[in-house]
């Protein structure tokens, strides 16, 4: 019944790694987000993918790729992962782009050490 | 100046206390407006909407005023439950005249007995 889900939950991995994160939404929206959520809580938008083409990518480092398979699906890979990389990430869908309300996965937690 | 700007907090109020939060936008042209709630370690969930005559859903007020670029919450006999934070929601413009939500810092509530 999940209308969002993302996985995992929590990723500990090494700076260096790379790492994907998946997101699913099963609410029929046609618009996909990613957003980062950092220590201090403030909540920034990645990316945004409209029936799976890129809309915004708000000036992410290009180790950052986002690919949507499907309107369904969005996932994140990261490249190289950094220190400053540690973060919630929130896969987050809506209907039309930009001015509908965000429904928003359970986030995932990542510590890069 | 932030697009989109809150009061930190924290807010330290009784049971019963009504409370009210500000956030002001810095976008004329801005045109959808919400409320969403974050738990600690929680996604953030959509409180309200907010239209421009202003609207009512319980205990929860919101009011839109646009001379002035701000939109208000108001929570009525504050339960302990409501502890969490709040955080504002504008639609903001990105370049290809694209839109996406831009979400505030949040304000801190905490319901005390």
């Known amino acids: 019944d999940t209308a969002v889900s993302q996985t995992p939950k929590y990723l500990v991995t090494q700076m260096g790694n790379d790492k994907s994160i998946k997101c699913e939404q099963n609410?029929?929206?046609?618009?996909m987000y990613w957003y980062k959520q950092d220590s201090k809580k403030f909540l920034k938008i990645m990316f945004s993918?409209?029936?799976?083409?890129?809309?915004i990518n708000e000036t992410v480092p290009n180790r950052f790729s986002p690919k949507s398979p499907d309107k369904a699906h969005l996932n994140l890979h990261i490249n190289s992962l950094e220190l400053g990389d540690s973060a919630v990430y929130f896969c987050?869908?809506?209907?039309?782009?930009?001015?509908?309300?965000?429904?928003f996965g359970n986030g995932t937690r990542l510590t890069v050490t | 100046r932030k697009e989109v700007e809150q009061d930190p907090g924290p807010f330290n109020v009784p049971e019963g206390a009504t409370v009210a939060f500000n956030c002001t936008y810095s976008?004329?042209?801005?045109?959808?407006f919400f409320w969403y709630r974050q738990d600690c370690r929680k996604e953030p969930k959509l409180l309200m909407s907010?239209?421009?005559s202003g609207n009512e859903d319980g205990r929860f007020t919101a009011q839109l005023n646009r001379a002035s670029q701000y939109i208000s919450l108001l929570i009525r006999d504050s339960k302990l439950s409501d502890s969490a934070t709040y955080l504002c929601?504008?639609?903001?413009?990105?370049?290809?005249?694209?839109?996406?939500?831009?979400f505030g810092a949040g304000t801190r509530l905490a319901v005390h007995p």
């Open positions: 987050a869908s809506s209907l039309g782009q930009g001015k509908s309300p965000l429904h």
């Open positions: 609410l029929g929206h046609d618009t």
């Open positions: 993918y409209n029936n799976k083409e890129l809309i």
């Open positions: 976008n004329s042209a801005s045109q959808s």
């Open positions: 907010v239209y421009s």
């Open positions: 929601v504008v639609n903001g413009f990105f370049s290809g005249g694209y839109n996406k939500l831009i």
